[in-house]
């Protein structure tokens, strides 16, 4: 299985990027898929997830209203829109997939972890 995941990059405050994250190797409408990001010296957390079949989207309470994820079954890719960076935002972003779970994933629920994509928003 594998989860790979691109569009970080540098961008200044107020941009937007869109991040994707092609997987391979699984059923992807199987799982559950998400976005979790580690920013420098904080611990990994959830972003987004959405579910198998992309009707229905969870957000972290702090990422509602600039983060949108969003999925692409046919072509097996998850996506998470960003908008209105802002320099808190700099993280390493992971996609990840959860087989079982419904709605939002936690860590210990994840069955497999994407490469991580940096994003760095300047101020």
């Known amino acids: 299985v594998q989860l790979q995941a691109s569009g970080g990059g540098l961008v200044q405050a107020g941009g937007s990027l869109r991040l994707s994250c092609a997987a391979s190797g699984l059923t992807f409408s199987d799982y559950t898929l998400g976005w979790f990001r580690r920013a420098p010296g904080k611990e990994r957390e959830f972003v987004a997830a959405v579910s198998r079949d992309g009707g229905f989207t969870y957000y972290a309470d702090s990422m509602k209203g600039r983060f949108t994820v969003s999925r692409d079954n046919a072509n097996t890719t998850v996506y998470l829109q960003i908008h209105s960076l802002k320099p808190e935002d700099t993280a390493v972003y992971y996609c990840?997939?959860?087989?079982w779970g419904h709605g939002r994933i936690t860590i210990r629920d994840v069955d497999y972890w994407g490469q991580g994509t940096l994003v760095t928003v300047s101020s």
């Open positions: 990840a997939a959860d087989k």
